[in-house]
């Protein structure tokens, strides 16, 4: 879960350091969506760390229930469906972003022209 929470880190600051017409265009039109969806992300995520911790310190040698068991396998659930919804959005940032840089022609650098 801590590699999940990275991840998001990490789509976050590209989303939040791009630049150009179609992200301004995506931040003008779904900031509130989006911001939304990484707060339900992270939360979701830091509930599933704590079940995780609750379930191991319920269980024990002498435990007959399977609760714990139980505890760690909807933490797991969660994680992998908050997962599958941070590919999705990161997949979309990373699109936006090409796409800005695909139609935004870019010169070659002064030292490169004259080769």
Same mark, same amino acid.
């Given at each position: +879960?801590?590699?999940? *929470?990275?991840?998001?880190? @990490?789509? /976050?600051?590209?989303?939040?350091?791009?630049?150009?017409? %179609? !992200?301004?265009?995506? &931040?003008?039109? #779904?900031?509130?969506? %989006? &911001?939304?969806?990484? =707060?339900? /992300? @992270?939360?979701?995520?830091?509930?599933?760390?704590?079940?995780?911790?609750?379930? +191991?310190? =319920?269980?024990?040698?002498?435990?007959?229930? &399977?609760?714990?068991?139980? /505890? #760690?396998?909807?933490?797991?659930? !969660? *994680?992998? +469906?908050? #997962?599958?919804?941070? =590919?999705?959005? #990161?997949?979309? /940032?990373?699109? @936006? !972003?090409?796409?800005?840089?695909n139609a935004t022609p870019k010169?070659?650098?002064p030292a490169m022209r004259d080769?």
């Open positions: +879960m801590s590699l999940i *929470a990275g991840f998001a880190g @990490t789509a /976050i600051a590209q989303y939040g350091s791009s630049s150009g017409p %179609i !992200v301004n265009a995506l &931040r003008g039109r #779904f900031s509130r969506t %989006i &911001r939304r969806n990484w =707060i339900s /992300i @992270t939360s979701w995520l830091l509930i599933c760390a704590v079940l995780c911790i609750v379930a +191991m310190s =319920i269980d024990g040698e002498k435990a007959n229930t &399977r609760g714990s068991q139980w /505890i #760690f396998e909807a933490a797991l659930a !969660v *994680a992998v +469906m908050k #997962f599958t919804r941070l =590919i999705f959005l #990161f997949n979309l /940032i990373l699109k @936006t !972003v090409d796409a800005d840089s010169s070659k650098p080769f």
